[in-house]
């Protein structure tokens, strides 16, 4: 039993695809208004250490359908290692409540309150992954293209914490995974020699990603933590915009993805984007689906089995 949903790596193939093939069906059951109230009177502690819209949303909206609520916790009001120690945090929300959500810059963070919390963690977003993104965004394209082993996803832009938690869930799925960024912005070599080359590959060409893609993906460039480095970053990612000239170069019928916030004419054309918005808006309601079967898992049978 896995009791915490800090990294996908964590998991097994067969564990993600029954998390996703649930999700799926929970949604039907949602929409017809008959998805059970599972979570009653339990509490669901968030912890924001950086800006989000659809993270928060999504989770609070999850536990009120199932019968729960969540408790907002922003940065100044609890101040996670300055004020408290993390793993006294971790203790006493344990305590009081029946899971934590966490978004917070570092990696070593979430896994330090998962060391101590005696309630599942959940990541939130840390700078070094996105795995409720990952989950959420292969729901859309099966959901979208039908099978998803065999098919492929190009990421162009940024190997930041959305491109590696995607890039595990791909290989977790039998697709392959194509990142381009510029010179410099690769995924780094810690990260890579763990994953399958028959799966994984990078290259700083997004013309030579987009080709034969089924997906094309893309996030900010300048991600949350950065925003020191946004003259260069503006600079060095020209040439990586997501632009109907770059979608012509895909196969007919690609589809297009963004996490969002999206950043018009920087990562995305307004065009791609306003021509792919239905596909977006469903993949950031798929958070919702996603974390509301993750919440019911997780605390309400004790693990991802
Ligand atoms: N995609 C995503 O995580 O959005 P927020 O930052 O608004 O939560
Ligand atoms: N890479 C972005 C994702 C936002 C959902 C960031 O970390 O800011």
Same mark, same amino acid.
């Given at each position: 039993?896995?009791?915490h949903?800090?990294?996908?790596?964590?998991f097994?193939a067969?564990?993600?695809?029954?998390?996703?093939?649930?999700?799926?069906?929970?949604?039907?059951?949602?929409?017809?208004?008959?998805?059970?109230a599972?979570?009653?009177?339990?509490?669901l502690?968030?912890?924001?250490?950086?800006?989000?819209?659809?993270?928060?949303?999504?989770?609070d909206?999850?536990m009120?359908?199932?019968?729960?609520?969540?408790?907002?916790?922003?940065?100044?009001?609890?101040?996670?290692?300055?004020?408290?120690?993390?793993?006294?945090?971790?203790?006493v929300?344990?305590?009081?409540?029946?899971?934590?959500?966490?978004?917070?810059?570092?990696h070593?963070?979430?896994?330090?309150?998962?060391r101590?919390?005696?309630?599942?963690?959940?990541?939130?977003?840390?700078?070094?992954?996105?795995?409720?993104?990952?989950?959420?965004?292969?729901m859309?394209?099966? &959901?979208?293209?039908? $099978?998803? *082993?065999?098919?492929? /996803?190009? !990421?162009?832009?940024?190997?930041?914490n #959305?491109?590696?938690?995607?890039?595990?869930?791909?290989?977790?799925?039998?697709?392959?995974?194509?990142?381009?960024?510029?010179?410099?912005?690769?995924?780094?070599?810690?990260?890579?020699?763990q994953?399958?080359?028959?799966?994984?590959s990078?290259?700083?060409?997004?013309?030579?990603?987009?080709?034969?893609?089924?997906?094309?993906?893309t996030?900010t460039?300048?991600?949350?933590?950065?925003?020191?480095?946004r003259?260069?970053?503006?600079s060095?990612?020209?040439?990586?915009?997501?632009?109907g000239?770059?979608?012509?170069?895909?196969?007919?019928?690609?589809?297009?993805?963004?996490?969002l916030?999206?950043?018009r004419?920087?990562?995305?054309?307004?065009?791609?984007?306003?021509?792919?918005a &239905?596909?977006?808006? $469903?993949q *950031?309601?798929n958070? /919702?689906? !996603?974390?509301?079967?993750?919440l019911? #898992?997780?605390?309400?049978?004790?693990?991802?089995?």
């Amino acid at each position: 039993m896995i009791k915490h949903f800090v990294n996908l790596a964590d998991f097994s193939a067969e564990q993600l695809r029954n998390l996703l093939t649930r999700a799926l069906a929970d949604k039907e059951l949602f929409r017809a208004g008959s998805l059970p109230a599972s979570l009653k009177r339990k509490t669901l502690a968030m912890i924001f250490d950086k800006p989000s819209l659809r993270t928060r949303v999504s989770f609070d909206t999850a536990m009120t359908h199932l019968g729960g609520r969540a408790i907002n916790l922003a940065p100044q009001e609890i101040g996670i290692g300055k004020r408290e120690a993390v793993r006294d945090v971790a203790r006493v929300l344990a305590r009081m409540c029946d899971g934590i959500m966490a978004r917070t810059f570092s990696h070593d963070l979430i896994e330090q309150l998962a060391r101590w919390s005696s309630v599942p963690v959940i990541n939130g977003l840390t700078d070094y992954s996105h795995p409720c993104q990952a989950m959420a965004d292969v729901m859309t394209i099966e &959901e979208k293209l039908g $099978e998803l *082993a065999g098919r492929t /996803l190009a !990421f162009i832009g940024d190997g930041n914490n #959305v491109a590696r938690s995607l890039a595990v869930a791909c290989e977790k799925f039998g697709m392959k995974f194509i990142l381009a960024t510029p010179s410099g912005y690769e995924l780094e070599d810690d990260f890579t020699s763990q994953m399958d080359p028959a799966s994984f590959s990078q290259t700083n060409d997004p013309a030579e990603a987009v080709h034969g893609a089924d997906v094309l993906y893309t996030d900010t460039w300048i991600s949350m933590g950065q925003e020191d480095e946004r003259k260069k970053r503006m600079s060095d990612f020209s040439g990586f915009t997501i632009s109907g000239e770059l979608l012509s170069g895909a196969p007919a019928g690609a589809i297009v993805l963004h996490c969002l916030p999206a950043y018009r004419d920087y990562e995305i054309t307004d065009e791609v984007f306003e021509a792919h918005a &239905e596909t977006i808006f $469903e993949q *950031a309601e798929n958070r /919702l689906h !996603f974390q509301r079967t993750l919440l019911n #898992v997780l605390i309400g049978e004790g693990g991802v089995a």
